[in-house]
């Protein structure tokens, strides 16, 4: 049966790169339908950079949760063993475009290939209000040091997202009761 047997683990990252592109399609349509707002109004700016984070991370969450529950009834009522770099290996592997695209960007930052960082944005649209926040240029040039490791924490918060939601789930660990009871 294939409730009782562990899941390959290509296609539970294959399953992760779904889910990064689906929240990836999901800001085009919010950061388009925004975008009038966000040329004239800095508070939209603001709200569609938050917003698409929460979108783009909240699908990596969705998918880390499905994984953990499916993996917390694994060894729960079937008896398979617990694997403690499952998180990990799933924060790599979901985000895995985030991660290329970010060392494509600081390979052309470095010069060593050319300005990437129109694809950049497009391939990453959730990062389309930060960096509207920061310039208004859309060249490599115009990118700070600074706005470039701004952006690595951005893409960082994918990894940490699925890391933590994956092992409070699968330690039945219940996040409400602890912050607004403070007990476990």
């Known amino acids: 049966m ?12 294959a399953k992760g790169m779904v889910w990064w592109l689906a ?8 950061n388009l339908c925004m975008l009038v707002f966000m040329i004239k109004f800095m508070a939209f700016k603001v709200f569609t ?7 783009a991370n909240g699908l990596m ?15 729960k009522y079937h008896g398979v063993s617990h694997d403690p770099f499952m998180s990990l290996k799933m924060a790599i592997a979901a985000p895995l475009p985030q991660y290329l695209m970010w060392i494509a960007l600081l ?7 050319g300005d990437i960082f129109n694809y950049f944005i497009w391939c990453n649209i959730q990062s389309l209000a930060w960096v509207d ?11 700070s ?3 470039l490791f701004g952006l690595l924490a951005l893409m960082l918060a994918a990894p940490v997202c699925i890391i933590l939601t994956y092992e409070c789930t ?3 660990f219940d996040v409400k009761a602890w912050l607004l009871y403070g007990k476990k």
């Not at 294939?2 to 990252?13: H, I, P, S, Y």
């Not at 390979?107 to 290939?113: A, D, M």
């Open 49 to 55: 950079a938050v917003a698409s984070s929460i979108i």
């Open 170 to 172: 699968v330690r039945e």
């Open 107 to 113: 390979l052309s930052k470095l010069g060593v290939i």
């Open 61 to 75: 969450i969705n998918y880390a949760y499905n994984c953990a529950v499916r993996d917390r009834n694994l060894i």
């Open 133 to 143: 926040l920061f310039t208004s240029s859309r060249t490599i040039d115009g990118l």
């Open 2 to 13: 294939v409730a009782d047997t562990r899941e390959n683990f290509g296609k539970r990252a």
């Open 145 to 147: 040091w600074g706005g």
């Open 23 to 30: 929240g990836e399609l999901i800001c085009v349509i919010f």
